[in-house]
Structures are given as C-alpha cells and as structure tokens.
C-alpha cells in the first residue's frame, strides 16, 4: 500500500510482471472452465444446451449470461478457444476489473441482440459473440485512450484477425452472425465506456 497526498492510502501501483500473472491465470482459467463445462454437457447427454438462446421469448432472457459458456461440440468450443486465450490476454493485460467489465457488456449486447434478431426456433450458444467483442474492443481501444502501445496491438490484433470480419455477415448457415455483430458492437461501444481517465493516458 502507497500514501498519497495528506496521507491517504493508495493502491501500490501493479508491476508489469503481475499484470502478465494475472492476465494469464484469468483468461486460462476461464478457457479451463469452458472446456470442463463442455465435458459436463457431454456427460449429462447435453444438458447444458438448454441454457442457449431461443430468440423472442422472454425466459429466455436469463441465459443470455451461461449461454456465453455453453458450446455444441468440441468443435464448437476448439474453434473459439484460441482467439479467446490470445484476445482476452491482450485485453486484461490494461487491468482486470476493466476487462470483466468489457466481456460483461459484451455478453450481455451480445445476447440480447441475438435474443431480439435471431431466426425463429434457433438456439444459440457459445463464446464466439466475446470473441469478436473482444477483438473490437482492442482494435479501437487504443484511439479511444490515446494511447501508442494499445494502437500497435490493435493493428497487430487487426492484421492476424481482421478476416473474422466476415462472419459479422449472414453468409454461412447454422453459424450466428447475430452473435457476432452484436459482440462486435459491445467491445467497440465498452472501449467508449470503459476509456481511461485522461490523466492515465500515458
């Protein structure tokens, strides 16, 4: 614990080593989850897939959270989980209350815009609505908070991943670009309401 000014207590600032500690253990545990989520429902002959998204009605509106966590098949899951562990490292690397509060809004945008726009008598499920969230998120993060190390991550962010852009569209069958162009607008709109005070801007 520091002092500040008048002697009052001030969090001690994190050291970059413990920001890479914490990032690590965040994003690989939340992957592990998932993973064992995945097992449960194949154990349990999928029970978990109830908690996924049927649009338009309205108790349906209390998995729009777990259908974040909640995957149909291992390919499903495999397919997310390496964009989820780079992305979401890269994003909680600048704090972890920030970063929860960006896959918060996320899922949340995420799930209520596919609750509202989704075709009749779908389900939808899984992490791939974070996944672009947390892509718009650092691809604009850096011009939002003025910062040059967060806009060369964007850029690099936008180099490897920037051809997930087509899945914002409808072009591929059983594949929810709702999902997808719903998170991408939570992380762009998070990056916004999230932005760093301008005396943190260094």
Partial sequence: MAYGPYGVAVPAPVSRGERVKNAALLTGGWVALLWVLEAIDVATGHALDTFGITPREFGELRDIVPAAFVHFGWD????????????????????????????????????????????????????????????????????????????????????VYGSILWGVLPTTAGVSWQGHLFGLIGGVASAFVFRRPRDARI
Avoid: C, K, M, Q
């Fill in 76 to 159: 499903h899951l495999a397919a997310n989980s390496v964009p989820l562990l780079l992305l979401g490292f890269l994003a909680a690397l600048s704090g972890i209350r920030r970063f929860l509060a960006v896959v918060t809004v996320t899922i949340l945008v995420s799930g209520l815009g596919v609750w509202l726009t989704a075709s009749e008598h779908s389900i939808t499920a899984g992490a791939s609505g974070v996944v672009f969230g947390l892509f718009g998120y650092l691809l604009v993060r850096g011009f939002v908070d003025r910062r040059i190390g967060d806009v060369v991550i964007g850029l690099v962010v936008g180099a």
